[in-house]
């Protein structure tokens, strides 16, 4: 069974940075295709993809937001992490972690169930 | 970059009745890489529909899912009780790599 789930911080404040973590179990990101997503929704908004990294440990993101990312993993201990500078009131949303397969497309699944960061001072 | 968009952004329907759901791309978008998903409130989202058709695993048969180039179509054939929820589409785009998620169209009961 594969499972995901996302953890960090509920509350930041503005300007400073973001780390949230993706522990993740039931597969592993060093078999070819593997990757994971981070992706956000803010209160009452759609979703929007913030930055992939696959087992080949190549790295994608956001075009509006690749200053402020930086995604990597420790295959070791099943986890990616995500950070994210210079918080502001707009970034308050649930933050997603999700599997997908570069090899092999088929859509993000599963999905952790998501965690809420409100920015705020 | 690949810009979803979905209409309508609200349907009102009754359960039975069949829903459609549309996703129009700015661009042609390679099939394979078109997927919807179901996100019911204060819940993750859930893969229903992957290469613009395919069924993701436990999806029942009356999701189906259709289109290619820029206009895709997601069908609900007879709408249960569970099924009123919002709807997303996604696709990927290779250049540069890149997901992008539609606005989404919530399904409500009328």
């Known amino acids: 069974q594969v499972t995901l789930r996302e953890s960090g911080p509920a509350l930041v404040k503005p300007t400073q940075t973001l780390t949230l973590t993706c522990t993740f179990s039931?597969?592993?990101?060093?078999?070819?295709?593997?990757?994971v997503s981070w992706i956000r929704q803010p209160p009452g908004k759609a979703l929007e993809w913030l930055a992939l990294?696959?087992?080949?440990?190549?790295?994608y993101y956001s075009t509006s937001l690749k200053t402020r990312l930086t995604i990597s993993k420790d295959t070791s201990k099943n986890q990616v992490v995500l950070t994210m500078t210079n918080m502001d009131p707009v970034d308050t949303a649930t933050y997603y972690c999700?599997?997908?397969?570069?090899?092999?497309?088929?859509?993000?699944?599963?999905w952790g169930q998501g965690t809420l960061v409100t920015v705020s001072s | 970059e690949i810009v979803l968009t979905q209409s309508p952004g609200t349907l009102s329907l009754s359960p039975g009745e069949r829903a459609t759901l549309s996703c129009r791309a700015s661009q042609s978008v390679s099939s394979s890489y078109l997927a919807w998903y179901q996100q019911n409130p204060g819940q993750a989202p859930r893969l229903l529909i992957y290469g613009a058709s395919s069924r993701a695993t436990g999806i029942p048969d009356r999701f189906s899912g259709s289109g290619s180039g820029t206009d895709f179509t997601l069908t609900i054939s007879r709408l249960e009780p569970e099924d009123f929820a919002v709807y997303y589409c996604q696709q990927y785009g290779s250049s540069p790599p890149t997901w992008t998620f539609g606005q989404g169209t919530k399904v409500e009961i009328k």
């Open positions: 999700a599997r997908s397969n570069l090899v092999v497309p088929a859509g993000f699944d599963p």
């Open positions: 990294i696959d087992w080949d440990d190549d790295k």
């Open positions: 039931g597969f592993s990101l060093s078999t070819s295709g593997m990757c």
